[in-house]
């Protein structure tokens, strides 16, 4: 199993961000997937899933980030996405993109929010 995220960086509050997720190794519309967070002074904090193809594509977020981001995943490209939007300093962590049932991880991404 390989998960490969990209698309973070420094963005000014208030702004946008699309995170992507390239996974290979198992057949990715079979498995829910995930995002995490963590910064220096929190905990690893699941951010969003999405389940499998089969199980409808079905959304979950945390309170944290509901209504600003989207999951989405695209079962073709093998692709999870995450758009963040209305991004808050808070929002500021490495995201990690995360299989569950495989106990994969991908590298993280660093995603910091500031002015």
């Known amino acids: 199993v390989q998960l490969v995220e990209s698309g973070g960086g420094l963005v000014q509050p208030g702004g946008s961000l699309r995170l992507s997720c390239a996974a290979s190794?198992?057949?990715?519309?079979?498995?829910?997937m995930s995002w995490y967070r963590q910064s220096p002074v929190k905990e690893r904090e699941l951010v969003a899933t999405i389940s499998s193809r089969a199980g409808g594509g079905v959304t979950n977020y945390a309170d944290s980030v509901k209504g600003r981001f989207t999951i989405s995943r695209d079962n073709t490209a093998n692709t999870v996405y995450l758009q963040m939007n209305s991004l808050k300093p808070e929002d500021t962590a490495v995201y990690y993109c995360?299989?569950?049932?495989?106990?994969?991880w991908g590298q993280g991404t660093q995603v910091t929010v500031s002015s």
């Open positions: 995360h299989v569950p049932s495989r106990n994969s």
């Open positions: 190794g198992f057949t990715f519309s079979m498995y829910l």
